[in-house]
């Protein structure tokens, strides 16, 4: 391996778009991806575009909010890979299914560039990218995964790294509050719950300051790790999170970072569902 990684990051956007990562950063994932301090080699994000929609119909408005969008990914040094969505009619000429699926493209190019690689960053939860996933751990090749809803169980397994992408400091942004800034006091941050004492009826959360290469110290009693430990009381978390929910790290919470009164640290206050909370915003 070199001194310095080369790295490829493989986004599924589609993927990401319908499963909770909808307004993912760009530029804080480039920065994600090269926190060891390798090599950006690759970077490939694969999009569905509607040539009907902007062609034949004529929406303007849509062609124009596309162009847009791709060229400011492009700024950010993207190959942006369209992918043209296809219209299935029925036989009085009604659309039943639209589809763009950008797997084949995307698992061929990572195969074909992976000799060329160290790590890959794959953002996606799509499991049937388990057996590329797979291929490209047997040529070598670091595989780290990033998703945020609906994310395959097999696919977590087999990569060598998960990281939940609502968890990574504004990768994707929290728009309904204005200047937040992550890991601040009085900030909207969002992490795991890695203790819950239902008995005393209170727990930790913890939460990721920054984007650092020390990722894997999640230990925060350590100086280097690049986590906090969050008290929080039953009484901050929402009727409708229950306990088998506290007591999973796969299920990830949104809350607000409050010093505490009575000794050194930080509690969480108005504990919810992130990918609820998320959805919610995005509906309105």
Known sequence: MSPQPRVGVFIDAEN?????????????????????????????TYIAYDVERADKDGDEDYKR???EYHQLIREFGYKVNLKHVRHYRDEDGNITNSKADADLDLAVDAMLQA???DHILLVTGDGDFLPLVRALQNQGCRVELIG???ISEELQQQVDAFYSGFTIPDLLPIHYEKDNQWGEIGSCVRGVC???LKDKGYGFMRVLNRISADQWVTDTRNPQSPYSSVFFHKSEVDHGI??????????VFEFYLQPSEQQDGLIATNIRDAYKVNQDHKNK
């Open 148 to 150: 945020f809803k609906h």
């Open 65 to 67: 909010k596309c162009h």
């Open 242 to 251: 229950e306990d088998r929910h506290l007591m999973s790290r796969d299920f």
């Open 16 to 44: 990401i778009r319908y499963n909770g990562g909808y307004q993912m950063r760009y530029d804080v994932l480039r920065r994600f991806a090269a926190r060891e301090g390798g090599r950006l080699q690759r970077l490939n």
């Open 115 to 117: 000799e060329r690689l």
């Open 194 to 196: 890695v203790n819950w």
